[in-house]
């Protein structure tokens, strides 16, 4: 009886773990950009002439910045342009599940005409179809220093705020900036994302930081 009684025990347990809801923030909601980050956080962003010109500040594991809850890994994904010496395009960013919204944690290097596209996400459904998410400068994303009169993005939310020994001397903060999708295809599982940079003939050179799924 006694034995009976502990298995039973055990029994429930164990359905009882396996059973219990996903934690709120979740990491499944977290889009892993490990093994496709090129610039780490205490490394050079862009320009050489300033030492220390990087992202070090930024706090990293899992963190809220405008209510969206990202994780922060151990770099971004740093896209070329006409002043940047990286890549045209990130591929096959894994994702694997359905969701209703894509909150992107990003901003980008230098300026460029407002109204510019300077890069997209290419969301692949497992049906083979696709769906292109724009990245436009000045409705997206801004250069990550912000001056004083800098103008924020006219849609993109300030995320997250911050400097680097490089901006202090210029009066200048760093700042990162959220763009949400809305999911035209929430029933469609997604696959993977590529990132990539659709005008390398001007100078502004959007970045990645983290990217997170929601289900609502």
Same mark, same amino acid.
């Given at each position: 009886m006694v034995r009976t009684f502990s298995f039973f025990v055990v029994a429930v347990l164990a359905a009882g773990l396996i059973a219990a809801p996903a934690p709120k923030g979740d990491s499944s909601n977290f889009i892993s950009l490990k093994g496709h980050t090129n610039v780490k956080w205490d490394e050079n962003l862009h320009s050489q002439r300033f030492e220390n010109n990087n992202l070090k500040s930024l706090p990293t594991g899992k963190q809220k910045f405008a209510d969206v809850e990202f994780e922060i890994g151990d770099g971004l994904l740093q896209l070329g342009s006409q002043t940047v010496d990286k890549p045209k395009e990130f591929k096959d960013i894994k994702v694997g599940r359905?969701?209703?919204?894509?909150?992107? !944690?990003?901003?980008?290097?230098? &300026? +460029? &005409? &407002?109204?510019?596209?300077?890069?997209?996400?290419?969301?692949?459904?497992?049906?083979? +179809?696709?769906?292109?998410?724009?990245i436009v400068f000045g409705r997206d994303v801004v250069d990550w220093w912000a001056y004083p009169d800098r103008k924020a993005p006219t849609k993109g939310k300030v995320a997250w705020e911050g400097e680097n020994e490089a901006s202090k001397g210029f009066n200048a903060k760093i700042k990162l900036y !959220?763009?949400?999708?809305?999911?035209?295809?929430?029933?469609?599982?997604?696959? +993977?994302?590529?990132?990539?940079?659709?005008? !390398?003939?001007?100078?502004?050179?959007?970045?990645?930081?983290?990217? +997170?799924?929601?289900?609502?």
């Open positions: 359905t969701l209703k919204k894509l909150h992107f !944690l990003q901003a980008c290097g230098y &300026d +460029t &005409d &407002d109204g510019a596209t300077i890069g997209k996400y290419v969301v692949h459904y497992d049906d083979k +179809t696709t769906a292109d998410i724009e !959220l763009m949400t999708w809305e999911n035209p295809k929430p029933e469609k599982k997604v696959l +993977t994302i590529d990132f990539v940079a659709t005008n !390398l003939e001007q100078p502004a050179a959007p970045f990645c930081v983290a990217i +997170t799924a929601e289900d609502k």
